[in-house]
């Protein structure tokens, strides 16, 4: 039996072959990503008249420390989008606001400023510019 180690990258790849022992039986070789590369492994494959079970070399240093997403980090990413959407839909409905205050009470910039406390009170108090 033999082991065939591939090493995958976005335009060429490399590939070898050993024994059981660990002797190597299939010269290393690069091969390109498109037909011709894959029908040279082929052709290297069938030279060696023998069965080979394929491995694949996802890492090119097994010790290498993986990567682990910190959760704070995935959730404080989460929180400022939030954020970002709820400023924007505070700033659309003060634009509907301030349209709306234009349409119905067309003279009340001039007096008293759309954004204040006192504004909100008269509007709770008096919401449309018929008398009572």
């Known amino acids: 039996m033999l082991y065939v180690g591939i090493d995958i990258a976005k335009n060429k790849h490399d590939v070898t072959a050993l024994n059981v022992p660990g002797k190597t039986v299939l010269k290393p ?4 990503n498109n037909k011709a590369g894959f029908e040279l492994l082929d052709l ?7 069965d080979c079970l394929i491995a694949l ?16 980090q995935v959730e404080l ?13 505070q700033s659309d409905w003060k634009v509907q606001y301030t ?5 119905i009470f067309p003279e009340l910039d001039k007096i008293v400023g759309k954004h204040s406390e006192y504004t909100y009170q008269l509007l709770t108090r008096y919401p449309n510019p018929q008398k009572r």
């Open 77 to 89: 990413k989460i929180l400022a989008r939030h954020i970002h959407r709820l400023k924007k839909k």
């Open 29 to 32: 070789l690069t091969f390109s």
């Open 44 to 50: 290297s494959f069938r030279q060696l008249n023998q």
């Open 57 to 72: 070399k996802l890492l090119s240093d097994p010790n290498r420390e993986q990567f682990q997403h910190d959760n704070r």
């Open 99 to 103: 349209r709306c205050l234009d349409i």
